[in-house]
């Protein structure tokens, strides 16, 4: 059983940066795909950025392009996402996810199999 862990949530102003971790306890993290999305109150999922662990390809949500990175470190096990000039509507609870034997990089939460239990990010303005 993969289990994730999330870590690095806090309280942060507009502007500020913030780097939220996800501590994967997969055997081999080469093997998974790791996402990160968000939940707000009253709204679904959202996708955030994807990383496949083999070779570093990413993807990210068209709101976060130029201000989020994200990235892996395969032998900590770690999936980091930076965010940077972060803005109230990037407040939300930060799920991280792991996909397991990924083909392409995908957007949907039922792709994924494995996840943590979030991180809480508020941004005041």
């Known amino acids: 059983q993969v289990q994730l862990v999330e870590s690095g949530g806090g309280l942060v102003q507009a502007g500020d940066s913030l780097r939220l971790a996800c501590a994967v306890s997969?055997?081999?993290?080469?093997?998974?795909?790791v996402a990160w999305f968000r939940r707000t109150p009253g709204k679904e999922r959202e996708f955030v950025a994807a990383i496949k662990c083999s070779d570093g390809s990413t993807l990210y949500a068209d709101s976060v392009k130029g201000r989020f990175t994200i990235s892996r470190d395969n032998a900590k096990k770690l999936v980091d996402l930076q965010m940077n000039s972060l803005k109230p509507e990037d407040a939300g609870l930060y799920y991280c996810?792991?996909?397991?034997?990924?083909?392409?990089?995908?957007?949907?939460?039922?792709?994924?199999?494995?996840w943590g239990r979030g991180t809480q990010v508020t941004v005041s303005s």
């Open positions: 996810a792991a996909d397991y034997m990924p083909t392409v990089l995908r957007t949907f939460p039922s792709i994924y199999d494995y």
């Open positions: 997969a055997r081999t993290l080469t093997d998974y795909a």
